[in-house]
């Protein structure tokens, strides 16, 4: 006969109290990462680096398992937090006083995009799909590459645009989906074409 034990199912085998405990856990867990934020002097996740990135992470590990676990003691979590926190302290001295750790750490910024072209060997060495990047591109309100006199790629990921002026812009690969642009492998008619690969664009007669 089935019998369904709902003290186990909600609780397990901890008492009713121990509800009490987590809410004491999850506030101390709080205000360990807020001071932890304040301290370390962040202002925003999009400015987190690769490292920030990590120690968000293992804070989140640390504070969540604290929170609910009834076998988890505080103070080493506290230990956690105070290690990270001189870590990232160390690092960000590191990074303000050394120009290689610092690239090594955060990266460069990387031209994407220059006088409507493809950089290539800044494309070729990018881990991301040619549709999520135009993607981006779009919704910063980009239809071709000959808008684009400058696209660069922040160290936070963002991508930064700077476009020609009205009278400066020239034909260009276009970015939009599939089914809002041709594309040809054999040129239909004499005109103006645009390189999927580099955006160069040259006039090419019919094939």
Request: net charge negative; glycine share 6%; with cysteine.
């Amino acid at each position: 006969m089935f019998s369904f034990d709902w003290h186990r199912f909600l609780l397990n085998d901890q008492p009713a109290t121990f509800l009490f405990e987590v809410v004491v856990r999850v506030l101390l867990a709080y205000l360990v990462v807020f001071t932890f934020l304040k301290v370390s002097g962040r202002r925003g996740i999009r400015q987190l680096s690769l490292f920030e990135l990590v120690v968000i992470l293992t804070l989140g590990s640390a504070s969540g398992d604290v929170t609910f676990y009834d076998d988890v003691p505080v103070l080493p979590v506290i230990l956690v937090f105070v290690v990270l926190l001189c870590l990232y302290r160390f690092t960000t001295y590191l990074t303000a006083h050394s120009a290689r750790f610092s690239k090594w750490i955060q990266g460069e910024v990387i031209t994407l995009i220059k006088d409507g072209l493809y950089v290539l060997e800044s494309l070729d060495s990018l881990n991301i799909s040619e549709d999520e990047f135009f993607m981006e591109l779009r919704q910063d309100g980009v239809e071709h590459l000959g808008q684009v006199r400058l696209a660069l790629i922040e160290l936070d990921g963002q991508l930064s645009i700077y476009f020609f002026d009205e009278d400066e812009r020239r034909a260009g690969l276009s970015v939009l989906p599939p089914e809002h642009r041709q594309d040809f492998t054999l040129m239909p008619t004499t005109g103006l074409y645009a390189c999927t690969h580099c955006g160069q664009t040259a006039e090419i007669a019919a094939q």
